[in-house]
């Protein structure tokens, strides 16, 4: 009996080839190799403190010597007054930042494609993504210099038409549109540029098409841009839902005042009061876990609706 070879290597074989198409390549295996050492002491090593969320933590017995809680401090959080509030206001927020935030690149793309200046384009395109640069701290001092009751540009031309100062960076109905419209600011012209590539490998013979049978912009932007680049659009809106739970740490924690509290508490923020400020270090743990699982839920789902509805996926 003949035995078929397939021609795919099985065994010491197959190391031996790997191994010797990693020496053959040695030089552009050494340009990855600051890559996977950042990938695995910053991403794979903390995954050892995961198991501090099935551990009552004992500071004498440290991670491993500590007893098993199981799924306690699951159970804990669940069941606790806080956890719909947290979970609540981080929906709310991320749900408007996708709602008014995730269009707004799209916008700037398709309004930047339209411009025929390239001088001017890239002026206004690089304008757009410069406030991606700014640090939080920066964009929310800023923030609470024009919005002061103090001096501020803001209630300066209020008093100025005879009306009250307002404290808007304390007032609850304020802080909604505050998140929304600086992260938009801060985020849409970097966006943008995802998008531009994506329009960049339009085939231009169908505007030359469409314009001979009488389409004008919005008709060739309906039906031939948006359709050219709803990978594209299918690909974000995959990772905007997966990551719906983070609402922004940095802008939420900055931008918290007493009176916005109840409003403004998402799981990052109360996350770090729980494991810094009381020390509750498992219990944190468990609930950025719980956090992690509930995302890649989310993502699992959106990418099975965006594959049936837009024939796009992530796998």
């Not at 947290?86 to 008014?100: A, H, Q």
């Not at 404290?167 to 549109?177: D, H, I, L, Q």
């Not at 231009?204 to 680049?229: F, M, N």
């Not at 799981?267 to 890649?296: C, H, M, P, W």
Request: proline share 4%; net charge positive; with cysteine.
């Amino acid at each position: 009996m003949k035995t078929i070879s397939t021609g795919i290597k099985t065994g010491p074989d197959r190391y031996k080839n790997i191994f010797r198409q990693i020496k053959r390549h040695k030089l552009l295996y050494l340009f990855i190799l600051p890559c996977v050492v950042l990938l695995l002491v910053f991403c794979y090593y903390p995954m050892y403190g995961a198991l501090l969320a099935f551990k009552d933590y004992n500071y004498n017995l440290g991670i491993l010597g500590s007893p098993w809680a199981g799924l306690k401090h699951f159970k804990t959080f669940i069941h606790s007054p806080d956890f719909w509030m947290v979970m609540k206001n981080t929906i709310i927020i991320s749900g408007l930042k996708i709602i008014f935030g995730f269009p707004a690149p799209i916008i700037i793309a398709l309004l930047l494609n339209e411009v025929k200046g390239k001088k001017f384009k890239k002026v206004v395109q690089t304008m757009s993504y410069l406030p991606y640069f700014v640090s939080w701290v920066v964009v929310v001092s800023l923030m609470t210099v024009i919005f002061t009751p103090y001096g501020g540009i803001i209630n300066n031309f209020r008093k100025d038409l005879g009306m009250e100062a307002v404290f808007f960076m304390g007032k609850k109905e304020f802080f909604y549109p505050m998140v929304v419209l600086s992260d938009i600011w801060k985020n849409a012209g970097w966006g943008s540029i995802i998008y531009l590539s994506a329009l960049s490998g339009v085939n231009q013979e169908l505007y030359e098409a469409a314009t001979v049978d009488g389409a004008g912009r919005l008709k060739c932007t309906w039906h031939i841009t948006l359709p050219s680049i709803k990978g594209t659009i299918g690909i974000m809106f995959i990772f905007a839902v997966g990551g719906i739970l983070n609402a922004g740490f940095d802008q939420i924690l900055l931008l918290q005042q007493p009176a916005n509290n109840q409003i403004s508490e998402i799981l990052d923020t109360f996350v770090l009061k729980t494991g810094l400020n009381y020390g509750r270090f498992e219990y944190a743990t468990a609930i950025g876990l719980f956090k992690s699982a509930f995302a890649f839920a989310l993502m699992v789902l959106t990418n099975k609706i965006t594959r049936k509805f837009m024939e796009v996926s992530i796998w």
